[in-house]
């Protein structure tokens, strides 16, 4: 069954922690993309990635970073510098660059302890 | 970049009734406009999109209306039902700030009233 795989559902950051989201896809999409969600916000836009070893900065990639060393793992790291990361996080992803429908995992809850 | 905003926060209608969601965009040369339907805690799912090269799409009881000299495009739900009850969010796809993602809009609570 393709689809994408977000790991693990919820997560626990303690102070000047970094944690690490996994994003997997078998769908054989070329770009894949990550998005925070605040409560009552829309999604945001962190990192995106069109091709295995390339990805650029969405409108908040402060505090955030990405790889993308093979075409179906997009992990994303928290660093110890976003001060506020609690939030929901959704990996998606496209067939390729194209005015095409985006498809979402099941995010990840990330909260502060 | 884009801006993408949604009204309105929340829309509370009666089963049976109609529920018209609208947007406005400001990069003019955004050219895809997908709308989101998210239940508590799940994922985003995907209910319609619509293209800059057309005005109007419909999938049975929801459609999607474009203008493009206005800047914007709106949902509309016909014979509400109760399991229509979400968050509904909608986007822009352009190429406004480097980014080549999605931008969202901060999304619509739909409450079906029985």
């Known amino acids: 069954d393709g689809g994408i795989t977000q790991s693990p559902k919820y997560l626990f950051r303690k102070e000047g922690q970094n944690v690490t989201l996994s994003c997997e896809q078998n769908l054989n999409h070329d770009a894949m993309y990550w998005y925070r969600q605040d409560p009552g916000q829309g999604l945001r836009l962190i990192y995106y990635s069109q091709i295995v070893n390339d990805f650029q900065k969405g409108d908040i990639a402060e505090g955030y970073s990405v790889s993308r060393e093979k075409k179906e793992s997009f992990p994303l790291t928290v660093t110890s510098a976003q001060k506020n990361p609690t939030a929901f996080y959704l990996c998606?992803?496209?067939?390729?660059?194209?005015?095409?429908?985006?498809?979402f995992g099941d995010g990840t809850r990330l909260s502060i302890l | 970049g884009e801006n993408v905003e949604q009204h309105p926060s929340t829309l509370s209608v009666q089963e049976g009734d109609s529920a018209v969601i609208k947007c406005t965009y400001s990069d003019s040369a955004s050219n895809y406009f997908p709308w989101y339907k998210q239940e508590l805690g799940k994922r985003p799912q995907l209910i319609i999109d619509?293209?800059?090269?057309?005005g109007e799409k419909k999938d049975q009881r929801i459609a999607v209306t474009l203008n493009k000299t206005a800047k914007h495009f709106s949902l509309h739900i016909t014979e509400t039902q109760p399991e229509d009850s979400a968050v509904y969010f909608c986007a822009a796809k352009g190429k406004g700030g480097g980014a080549d993602g999605l931008t969202f809009g901060k999304g619509t609570h739909l409450i079906i009233q029985p």
């Open positions: 998606a992803s496209t067939r390729d660059r194209g005015n095409q429908p985006q498809h």
């Open positions: 619509i293209r800059s090269n057309v």
